[in-house]
């Protein structure tokens, strides 16, 4: 009896001094910005709504977003912001890959690391973590492929465009008309021009190409919430023929008129895969110090449609 209370004493003052050295403790809480273009646009409500889970999932991990409005003065200003309340981190999708420089610098001045997401900035000297994001300019090359075989090779196609200076607008449209030039040359794109990734504006963008009596076989949108737009538009066309659609995103809204045939197809990036990632990095570089090996890693993005809808991560159980 007295081997075993001896025993438990001893058990119980390593156990004390473990938490002395805080070897058993919970790990001290972080807190990381989360800045993204606008939470008015699915695609990033999607993606905050993924880092918050997995903010849960690593634990005492306090996840703070501010929402740019689609505005790059906003977003600088709202970096500023996170720089005063000293977060230990910063989750980045910036607007634009140059205007956001400044802030990134000054990131870099007050010592908090950065990570990107989906988006791009491009400029020298920069020192940011690392950049995890889909491949869009592969993107762009599947969906001008499977556009291209659906028209058996020939047509004509209505390209809607992301927001200028945005890297994805730009990385989507290089991929697409790369292909249609090399690998499908009788098939042109008879009308581009930017909707700014809403679906109001790529609505409009559509109205107004219908009006003017352009012939078109296919639109290519480089995103789902300016396809979704532009479908609602070519509903309202009384007698028009019926044309091939694509988008770019994989959000809900999509998915469902992909699955009920109003929709052809859209590309599947993962946003939830690259948030996850991108945040896993951060926090475990904020905890032990470790760097990725890699300063990019990309995530190779799906063409979805009727027949594969289950691949999409948003369908994934």
Known sequence: MVRRIM??????????????????????????????????????????????????????????????????????????????????????VPIE?????????????????????????????????????ADNVEGGRQAARYIGKLLNGKGNVVEIEGTPGSSPARDR????????????????????????????DGMNLMENIIQSGKDFDAVFAHNDDMILGALEALKARAGGKKVITMGFDAIEDALNAVEDGTLNGTIEQFPGKQAATALDILVEYLRTGKAPSSKTIWIQPKVITKANLDDAEKRLK
């Open 7 to 92: 025993l438990a004493l001893v058990i119980g003052v390593l156990f004390v001094g473990l938490l002395g050295t805080g070897s058993l403790a919970a790990p001290k809480e972080l807190t990381i910005g989360l800045s993204v273009p606008s939470l008015s646009f699915t695609w990033f409500s999607f993606l905050k709504g993924a880092v918050e889970a997995e903010a849960r999932k690593l634990g005492n991990v306090k996840i703070i977003t501010v929402d740019a409005e689609n505005k790059t003065s906003k977003q600088m200003s709202d970096i500023e912001d996170l720089i005063v309340k000293k977060v230990d981190a910063v989750l980045l």
């Open 97 to 133: 890959v140059k205007a956001l420089i400044p802030a990134v610098e000054d990131l870099n001045r007050a010592k908090i690391p950065v990570a990107t997401v989906d988006r791009r900035i491009e400029g020298s000297g920069l020192d940011i973590l690392v950049h995890v994001g």
């Open 173 to 200: 449209g290089k991929g697409f008309n790369e292909v249609l030039k090399n690998e499908f040359p009788n098939i042109k794109v008879v009308f581009r021009q930017p909707a700014d990734f809403r679906r109001a």
